[in-house]
């Protein structure tokens, strides 16, 4: 995790801090990706988006479209991911308990598409990545 000189205190200081960044590194993403299909290797701990876009993967959590709730990936993760696909989800509930930040704390909850954003500005945000990708398993 990337360290903070002041640790934010709420999940708006959070955004306020992140949500720029993301936003510009989103469209780089989206300008690499396009709409093309991914697959992830759990094993490996990579996402790609056919030959030469291979990146990095951490799980956060899963979101339900049937529920519309978020569930995070320390809640109950699937398995057969390795604990390292996990590691990120596992710092952010850390932090949240730290800092008293509910959205990075409650396992589960109802959740919209602006929340899932907000998760993934946060996440790519503190720990430096190039974007956060909201991958629709069915």
Known sequence: ???????AQ????????YAALACDRQTD?????GEKDWNADTVAGTISFGPGLEFP???LG???HVSETWR????????????????QA?????????????????????????DLHAIGAIASGMFGAS????????
Do not use: C
């Not at 709420?10 to 801090?17: A, G, H, I, K, S």
């Open 1 to 7: 995790m990337t360290p903070d000189v002041t640790p």
């Open 10 to 17: 709420t999940e708006q200081e959070l955004l306020e801090r």
């Open 29 to 33: 993403l989206a300008a690499v990706i």
């Open 57 to 59: 993967l951490q799980a």
């Open 62 to 64: 899963t979101f339900s």
């Open 72 to 87: 995070w990936a320390w809640v109950g993760a699937d398995p057969s991911w390795p604990a390292s696909l996990l590691r």
């Open 90 to 114: 596992e710092q952010l509930r850390t932090y949240g308990k730290q800092h008293g930040i509910e959205l990075l704390t409650v396992g589960e909850f109802d959740a919209t598409t602006q």
């Open 131 to 138: 974007g956060y990708y909201l991958a629709n398993y069915g």
